[in-house]
């Protein structure tokens, strides 16, 4: 019998939260069917289960064709400049044989608790019946913020701390929708998602059903001034979430991001290193809010504004 062909090539790495969205951006550039994002486990012989790492290894998986060596080059030169920004671990490349990727991938992925409120489960995962812990279910083949990522662990938290039941929230730049729908779950009234990616505007609908917040969520493709212009649901809301990165943060302050809070909001900026913090401060203050808590994980800052 003739050996079985090896269908595909396996592009690889294991890194922290931090960097897993970023390696996942890249590979989804030169992988046709998707990127793999899974949390690392080891077993805890006092526990007797499998118990996180920290760790989260992602991959992608390259149709070995006539292509092959051109993707994997250019694969091989995105992660060089991206190495010139972060350090990142060396690329692990393997072939493997053709088999159900889902099936294999739903193996490993894991839930991810965060902070005492939060349970983000993928979405085919039942929960238990008496997990006490409010249950986001994120679908993490869309790979646009899965909770494995600090800024928007970070998020959560602030959410968790800051939100007061029955109150409307703005997401601007929702990504996979996660803190939106966190909120709904949260008893948040309403929430306004806004992305200028219309992938991640699907995302977010995509992830709205798996939690059944439909309803009260207005997902659409936008950004700060579409709001200011009154083109969506909301214009002002007590609590802003803003998960984006440092330099967008200040040039949205400029644009008028702090008249979207109503008059004693809160706005969470989040995406923001940590030699970042003062300018995304010095916005806030220019704009006239003050610094009321501030969160840290890793080299990654979150700020609540008000």
């Not at 090896?6 to 890249?26: D, I, K, M, N, P």
């Not at 909301?234 to 702090?258: C, E, H, M, R, T």
Request: hydrophobic share 45%.
């Amino acid at each position: 019998m003739a050996e079985a062909m090896h269908a595909w090539l396996e592009v690889s790495l294991t890194c922290s939260g931090e960097l897993a969205e970023a390696a996942a951006e890249v590979f989804s550039r030169f992988a046709p069917d998707g990127v793999v994002i899974e949390a690392v486990t080891r077993y805890d012989p006092e526990q007797h289960e499998q118990a996180l790492t920290g760790d989260v290894r992602v991959a992608a998986y390259l149709p070995q064709d006539e292509a092959l060596e051109r993707t994997r080059l250019q694969l091989e030169e995105a992660f060089w400049h991206l190495q010139q920004i972060e350090s990142f671990p060396e690329l692990q490349f393997k072939s493997v044989e053709d088999q159900d990727w889902m099936a294999v991938w739903k193996q490993h992925y894991e839930p991810l608790k965060i902070g005492k409120k939060w349970l983000v489960l993928p979405a085919w995962i039942n929960s238990d019946p008496s997990e006490s812990r409010t249950i986001v279910r994120i679908d993490p083949a869309m790979a646009f913020g899965t909770g494995t990522h600090p800024t928007t662990q970070l998020c959560l938290l602030a959410i968790e701390d800051n939100l007061a039941p029955h109150q409307v929230v703005i997401d601007l730049g929702c990504g996979s929708g996660i803190l939106a729908i966190a909120a709904l779950k949260a008893d948040a009234s309403f929430a306004l998602a806004l992305d200028t990616d219309p992938l991640a505007v699907q995302a977010t609908q995509r992830n709205a059903q798996l939690n059944d917040v439909q309803s009260n969520l207005q997902v659409a493709q936008g950004s700060l001034p579409d709001i200011l212009a009154g083109d969506f649901a909301l214009k002002q809301a007590p609590l802003v979430l803003a998960n984006i990165l440092a330099p967008v943060l200040v040039s949205l302050f400029q644009q008028g991001l702090a008249q979207l809070l109503q008059p004693g909001g809160r706005l969470v900026l989040s995406g923001i290193l940590e030699s970042q913090a003062d300018e995304v401060l010095s916005a806030g203050r220019e704009a006239g809010l003050e610094l009321i808590q501030r969160y840290q994980a890793e080299d990654w800052i979150a700020l609540v504004m008000g």
